[in-house]
């Protein structure tokens, strides 16, 4: 209980649910070896990470920001540019790391200061705007971050495929630079998030869910709301980042499409889908979504084909349109369970 | 504009008139302002005239396709993420009308290449407008004030319609090129005006003042400006404003609908991402404009299509943080917009 922040899943389903899922996922280098496998279960810790942040902004506070790919990119940016700079050292990580996240907490900051005191919506347009200036910025400045390539770059010795820690005939599988990367990831993602659990289950995070209540009501009752929301922004702005350092270490590349809108829709369609306002449902989320954008494609193929011949309905299947139909289901979701995944299960007990 | 033109309403018994509010003119003079600091730096006159009318084309562009996004902001404190789908569907449904006829597209005659825009025009109108009664009446009537879901609804009916449109016309590319007649430029000694960006600027200022006479004369029009100020009130008055609002927002969407078909040609070129492009510009001009102020609006895309333009002539890379710039040196100066009318 210590380590959940006294907020447990509350729901039978939905604790079986989670501890199959990171079972899976703290099990995935020994289960599913493959690459695709492994990008996949890298993919869905990185993204329950940036959407558990996503959350603390969107689920908790009521406030939409559309600057979330923003900082994502800016830790992914700051880790490749320094590694691509200063050569594959830890020296090289970790100013990337000291470069990248104060940066985005900066940014942060005074986007906060400057449009949260208005409107939610207001906010959502600023932060909208800004997003795409930054994205036209990083595409452009070429000198830095490599235009629309991006930057490649080298890791460290330790975390590269070739650096064998343990081998295969220890256990029966080779544990291997990747492997370690990929343990970094998840534990990393792990520790943000219950991290997370307790901001949110804090003092500091009742008062946010006033805020999402009636931020007249919390403003009367004597909290400085503007205070807190800056302060909840700029903590996702960090959380947000370190994905997108998790992100960068695990590719080995930083491009523009970090910052893109997709990415940023995705993560929506993710915190929608999984549940807002619960950290659980970010891990849900993210699973679902990147479950359905890896295999459900496949699914939608194999329906195509079969539909062939019907004039339209092989075009609405077609694999490349998968968001259609994960859009129709986000607007549901968002009418009928505005809780998501997780506030049905619960819901159910 | 809606907030400082008085209608004058004239009591018999009343010898002295009404008090007046004073006109703000302030904003007004600030893209003639921009435009005439503008001529030293750039230099030459002529290249001043071509980046002037291009920004005033494009200004006039971003006007039509933002007017709907205001008023119904305006009106209804409804914020529509997705008001780029009905920019994206009425550049599709211009070339189902202009390839058919693409005879009368590339004859060398003003009038039979008008005759293929006109009716490519109103369907997209109509489509774009019908579009808008659905998007209304499914997504945003169940939401009503309750600004979160209003954005993840919209931003979701943006994802749908922009993947439906991938679906039925597929995802490259469509060329749109321009009509023969309308291709060139005007040449006046050794200024260069494109003869399109004409075309642009009358359609423009054809809808606006279409746009300022139902606001200004009529009764409708009073209607909206009374409900954009205080709309309980309009309420109280036996009005039903919800069916104004669904006006308002099929017209709207109407107008992004002839913005969008007009910005395709501009681009010769259509793709369903050029809803989700202009979004953003269009935030920052109602923003810049003051939400629910038609006259905001206008003097918002010009400003924005000014500093776009002559922006690009100057310092190319910051062009490209332009439009935010303007944004804050505005919102610092007026921090609702150009001209605030909601109390909101």
């Known amino acids: ?349 | 504009m809606t907030d400082n033109t008085n209608m004058s309403v004239h009591v018999s018994a009343a010898t002295e008139p009404l008090p007046q509010t004073k006109r703000d003119v302030i904003p007004l003079l600030l893209p003639v302002a921009l435009a005439l600091v503008m001529i030293p730096f750039i230099g030459s006159p002529s290249t001043w005239v071509t980046l002037t009318v291009a920004s005033l084309a494009m200004g006039m562009m971003i006007f039509i396709m933002a007017s709907g996004l205001t008023l119904v902001f305006g009106l209804m404190d409804v914020l529509n993420f997705g008001h780029g789908a009905f920019i994206a569907v009425g550049a599709y449904v211009a070339t189902l009308v202009l390839a058919p006829m693409s005879g009368y597209v590339q004859a060398d005659s003003l009038w039979l290449n008008l005759a293929a825009l006109a009716p490519a025009a109103l369907l997209s109108m109509a489509v774009s407008g019908a579009l808008g009664l659905v998007f209304e009446r499914v997504l945003i009537l169940p939401v009503y004030g309750n600004h979160l879901k209003q954005i993840l609804i919209t931003m979701g009916g943006l994802i749908v319609a922009e993947q439906a449109l991938y679906a039925l016309w597929g995802p490259q590319r469509i060329p749109l090129p321009l009509p023969t007649s309308l291709r060139g430029s005007f040449i006046f000694g050794d200024i260069a005006i494109a003869k399109y960006r004409v075309l642009a600027m009358i359609v423009g200022l054809v809808v606006f003042g279409f746009i300022l006479l139902v606001l200004n004369r009529t009764k409708i029009g009073l209607l909206i400006r009374a409900g954009v100020e205080n709309r309980e009130m309009v309420e109280a008055l036996g009005y039903r404003i919800k069916r104004l609002f669904l006006g308002v927002f099929m017209v709207g969407s109407a107008l992004a609908g002839l913005g969008g078909i007009m910005w395709a040609l501009y681009r010769e070129e259509v793709h369903a991402s050029i809803g989700g492009e202009l979004t953003v510009l269009i935030f920052i001009v109602i923003i810049i404009g003051g939400l629910g102020s038609i006259g905001g609006c206008f003097i918002g895309a010009i400003l924005v299509a000014m500093v776009a333009n002559y922006g690009g002539f100057l310092i190319p890379k910051l062009a490209l943080v332009s439009n935010i710039l303007l944004m804050v040196a505005i919102l610092m100066w007026r921090p609702r917009g150009l001209y605030p009318v909601t109390n909101r």
């Not at chain 1, 940014?107 to 959502?124: K, N, P, T, Y």
């Open chain 1, 1 to 349: 209980m210590m380590i959940l922040s006294g907020d447990p899943p509350r729901s039978r389903v939905l604790s079986l649910l989670l501890i199959v899922i990171v079972t899976l996922l703290a099990l995935a280098p020994f289960l599913f070896p493959g690459a695709k496998a492994m990008n996949v279960a890298t993919k869905i810790c990185i993204f329950a990470l940036l959407v558990a942040s996503y959350d603390l902004l969107l689920g908790y506070t009521g406030t939409v920001s559309f600057a979330h790919t923003m900082f994502y990119g800016i830790g992914s940016y700051g880790v490749a540019i320094a590694l691509y700079a200063m050569g594959p050292t830890w020296t090289a990580v970790a100013t990337g790391i000291v470069i990248g996240l104060p940066l985005a907490a900066l940014v942060a900051l005074c986007i906060g200061l400057f449009s949260l005191r208005v409107q939610a919506i207001f906010f959502a347009m600023i932060t909208l705007a800004v997003a795409s200036a930054f994205q036209v910025l990083a595409s452009q400045l070429s000198w830095l971050t490599g235009g629309d390539d991006g930057r490649s770059f080298r890791l460290p010795e330790l975390l590269r495929p070739g650096t064998v820690i343990i081998p295969k005939d220890v256990f029966g599988f080779e544990f291997n630079g990747r492997t370690l990367t990929y343990y970094i990831v998840f534990v990393v993602a792990a520790a943000l998030i219950l991290t997370l659990l307790r901001i949110v289950n804090s003092p500091f995070g009742r008062v946010l869910q006033a805020v999402r209540e009636n931020r007249f009501r919390a403003e009367a009752l004597g909290y400085r709301t503007v205070f807190h929301l800056t302060w909840a922004n700029v903590l996702a702005a960090l959380v947000a980042a370190c994905a997108g350092v998790l992100n960068a270490l695990w590719l080995r590349y930083a491009g523009p499409e970090t910052l893109s809108f997709t990415i940023m829709i995705d993560i929506l369609l993710m915190v929608v889908i999984g549940g807002m306002g619960t950290m659980y449902g970010a891990i849900i989320g993210a699973a679902i979504f990147i479950l359905a954008e890896n295999y459900l494609q496949s699914l939608m193929g194999m329906a195509s084909k079969a539909t062939a011949g019907i004039p339209v309905l092989p075009d609405l299947l077609h694999p490349d349109r998968w968001l259609l139909w994960l859009g129709l289901l986000f607007i549901a979701s968002v009418y009928f369970f505005p809780t998501g995944v997780v506030g049905k299960l619960r819901g159910k007990n």
